[in-house]
Each structure stands twice: as C-alpha cells, then as structure tokens.
Nanobody, 126 residues
Framework: QVQLVESGGGLVQAGGSLRLSCTAS????????LAWFRQAPGKEREFVGN????????DYADSVKGRFTISRDNAKSTVDLQMNSLKPEDTAVYYC???????????????????WGQGTQVTVSS
C-alpha cells in the first residue's frame, strides 16, 4: 500500500502562486500514475491533473489548464503541483492520489486511483 503526504498549502491572494508537494512512501513510486484532485466544501472531489508513470505530458482539467503545472521526480518520490494565477474558486482541499502500479489508460475518474493522501488546504482570497 502506498502512503502519500501532501504539503505546501496555505492562504494566498488572488493572482498569487503556491507550490504543493506530495511525497510517497515505498520503492515503487515510478510505477504509479500520480494525480491531483481537489474538493471544496459541499462539492464532489474533482480532478485537477495527472502525470503518467509511463511518461508523456501531464493532463489537466480545463479549469486549471494554463495556470497549473504538474511535475514528478522519481528519484525523490515526489509529485508537485505548481499553481499560478490563483482564483478564489481554486479554494479547496487538494489531494494527491496514485493509481495501481503499471496501470494503463488512467483517466480523470476518482475510481482510477486507489491511494490517497490526507489533503492540504488551499485558500485564495479576493
């Protein structure tokens, strides 16, 4: 079982930036597709973006495309979410998630991800 821990959340003004990090336990980090989700109060947990174990460009939700960037460092077992041009509607708890090892065709659905972190709060003020 993979354990994920998020960090880097906080309070930021609209238009500002934050960088979230997710650190994973174990030795199989490079075999998992990693994703970021977020959940605002009273809403469903929604997909933000992911980066596949097999490489290639990350995928992003339309709401964050062009503003957020996902990167991973397999040597450090980390995946980061760089958030720029933040908006109040970005306010949510942000979660790191991992798919099963070597899983192909991992999409945007929560059901694709079986390992989850505890989340980190991001609050964007106007």
């Amino acid at each position: 079982q993979v354990q994920l821990v998020e960090s880097g959340g906080g309070l930021v003004q609209a238009g500002g930036s934050l960088r979230l990090s997710c650190t994973a336990s174990g030795r199989t980090f490079s075999t998992h597709t990693l994703a970021w989700f977020r959940q605002a109060p009273g809403k469903e947990r929604e997909f933000v973006g992911n980066i596949r174990w097999s490489g290639g460009s990350p995928d992003y939700a339309d709401s964050v495309k062009g503003r957020f960037t996902i990167s991973r460092d397999n040597a450090k077992s980390t995946v980061d979410l760089q958030m720029n041009s933040l908006k109040p509607e970005d306010t949510a708890v942000y979660y790191c998630a991992a798919a099963a090892p070597f899983k192909l065709s991992v999409g945007m659905s929560r059901s694709s991800y079986v390992y989850w972190g505890q989340g980190t709060q991001v609050t964007v003020s106007s």
